[in-house]
């Protein structure tokens, strides 16, 4: 099997597409699972000398509709390797090693053997014997991975060529571990806050209408759901292969539109009229509208050492400029007025599409951001 050795731009997008069937009816829906695990999409671009041009192309000529063993670059590391080894190693608990499968040691586009994978311990892989010594040398997994359009460039007058190609991975393993976060009402809680830079959350709230328009006269409009649609966004920044590995197993157990998560909005709209007690079975907030529109639902309360607090209220009432939120039970926890940073709702939402895009930079970080839709709680 052919091996694509040249390493990518240091910004690369990965994708992790997962296939879901969502029946939605009026006032509730149906997500069934229809696989275990992503296929992964890497689209990976290249700056090539003249030499590795040439090679990148005949490699292609040769292999373009067949299978490629693929390093993952995002899960690389520095290793130091004798020849005849036959362990090396290397921290694979946060990586995707698999017995059976295949690693990659690498020095350079010319300089690399792939040896199989017999043994994975969690601090060092057994593996096939190493035909040559390799030191501060990269290691990486290997996937069997397709070339879906080949390998396109953009030639000019500069000595370097960019080029670059899309590489699919059929096959894979169920990461899921919804470890990374505490969980509130039996389902886990995203309890960091979206991290933006310079890039935006879209949100949308509407509701689902049928119509019937002869386009003659003014159409019939109904509704079509109980509830009103509410997209929010989230956004996650990692900036270690550890962190990053944690959300990925995370977003493995959410297994694309089929599994949901509670999503604190981290807006400060709403704000404590009262200081709240350990045993109030209510919280006063100043009005918003909530009185007839939400009668019932969840919110958060983030105090200014940022201890998180989740409430279930089950009715609420006006009183004066004030809305009073009665409790599913007692709070729980002495909170006042100026301790509390952030007052917002909390929302049980799944993600909208089924697939996810990571976007690595710099070799190492990476940033996700997802579109989600609120949802029915099960």
Same mark, same amino acid.
């Given at each position: 099997?052919?091996?694509?050795?040249?390493?990518?731009?240091?910004?690369?997008?990965?994708?992790?597409?997962?296939?879901?069937?969502?029946?939605?009816?009026?006032?509730?829906?149906?997500?069934?699972?229809l696989s275990?695990?992503?296929?992964?999409?890497?689209?990976?671009?290249?700056?090539?000398?003249?030499?590795?041009?040439?090679?990148?192309k005949?490699?292609?000529?040769n292999?373009?509709?067949?299978?490629?063993?693929?390093?993952?670059?995002?899960?690389?590391?520095?290793? &130091?390797?004798s020849?005849?080894? =036959?362990?090396?190693?290397?921290? #694979?608990? *946060?990586?995707?090693? !698999?017995v059976?499968?295949?690693?990659?040691?690498?020095?350079?586009?010319?300089?690399?053997?792939?040896?199989?994978?017999?043994?994975?311990?969690?601090?060092?892989?057994?593996?096939?014997?190493?035909s040559?010594?390799?030191?501060?040398?990269l290691c990486?997994?290997?996937?069997?991975?397709?070339?879906?359009?080949g390998l396109?460039?953009?030639?000019t007058?500069?000595?370097?060529t960019e080029?670059?190609?899309?590489?699919?991975?059929?096959?894979g393993?169920?990461?899921?571990?919804d470890?990374?976060?505490?969980?509130?009402? &039996?389902?886990p809680?995203?309890? =960091?806050?979206?991290?933006l830079? #310079?890039? *935006?959350?879209?949100? !949308?709230v509407?509701?689902?209408?049928d119509?019937?328009?002869?386009?003659?006269s003014?159409?019939?409009?109904d509704t079509a759901?109980?509830?009103?649609?509410?997209?929010?966004?989230?956004?996650?920044?990692?900036?270690?292969?550890?962190?990053?590995w944690?959300?990925?197993?995370?977003l493995?157990?959410?297994?694309?539109?089929?599994?949901?998560?509670?999503?604190p909005?981290?807006?400060?709209?709403?704000?404590l009229?009262?200081?709240?007690s350990?045993?109030?079975?209510?919280?006063?907030?100043?009005?918003?509208?909530l009185?007839?529109?939400?009668e019932?639902?969840?919110?958060?309360?983030?105090?200014?050492?940022?201890?998180?607090t989740?409430?279930?209220?089950?009715s609420?009432?006006?009183?004066?400029?004030?809305?009073?939120?009665?409790?599913?039970?007692?709070?729980g926890?002495?909170?006042?007025?100026?301790?509390?940073?952030t007052?917002c709702l909390l929302?049980?939402?799944?993600?909208?599409?089924?697939?996810?895009?990571?976007t690595?930079?710099?070799?190492?970080g990476?940033?996700?951001?997802v579109?989600?839709?609120?949802?029915p709680?099960?």
């Amino acid at each position: 099997m052919s091996v694509w050795p040249f390493i990518p731009r240091d910004d690369f997008i990965e994708t992790l597409e997962w296939k879901t069937d969502v029946i939605r009816t009026y006032s509730a829906e149906q997500r069934i699972r229809l696989s275990d695990f992503p296929r992964q999409r890497f689209n990976l671009t290249h700056v090539l000398s003249p030499r590795q041009y040439q090679r990148a192309k005949l490699l292609m000529f040769n292999a373009a509709a067949g299978d490629w063993d693929l390093p993952v670059w995002a899960e690389k590391q520095t290793v &130091s390797v004798s020849a005849s080894a =036959t362990t090396i190693t290397i921290d #694979t608990a *946060t990586s995707d090693y !698999r017995v059976g499968g295949k690693a990659i040691v690498w020095s350079d586009d010319e300089t690399y053997e792939t040896v199989t994978i017999s043994a994975d311990n969690g601090t060092n892989l057994t593996v096939s014997a190493l035909s040559a010594t390799y030191t501060n040398a990269l290691c990486m997994p290997v996937r069997t991975a397709r070339c879906v359009d080949g390998l396109s460039a953009s030639r000019t007058v500069e000595q370097y060529t960019e080029c670059g190609a899309e590489w699919v991975v059929y096959t894979g393993v169920d990461l899921s571990d919804d470890g990374l976060y505490s969980t509130y009402r &039996s389902h886990p809680v995203c309890n =960091t806050p979206a991290i933006l830079g #310079t890039s *935006t959350l879209e949100e !949308r709230v509407s509701r689902i209408q049928d119509s019937v328009d002869n386009g003659m006269s003014a159409p019939y409009f109904d509704t079509a759901s109980s509830r009103a649609d509410v997209s929010l966004g989230v956004s996650w920044l990692r900036q270690s292969q550890s962190t990053l590995w944690s959300l990925r197993t995370f977003l493995h157990a959410l297994y694309g539109r089929q599994k949901g998560f509670w999503l604190p909005a981290y807006t400060r709209g709403m704000t404590l009229a009262a200081n709240v007690s350990s045993a109030d079975t209510t919280i006063t907030v100043r009005a918003v509208g909530l009185d007839g529109v939400l009668e019932a639902g969840d919110v958060m309360i983030q105090q200014l050492d940022g201890t998180q607090t989740f409430l279930q209220f089950t009715s609420v009432a006006t009183s004066g400029a004030n809305e009073v939120l009665t409790l599913s039970g007692a709070a729980g926890v002495n909170i006042t007025k100026t301790n509390a940073q952030t007052v917002c709702l909390l929302h049980f939402v799944r993600l909208s599409q089924d697939s996810v895009q990571i976007t690595h930079t710099n070799g190492i970080g990476a940033q996700i951001m997802v579109a989600c839709d609120e949802v029915p709680i099960p």
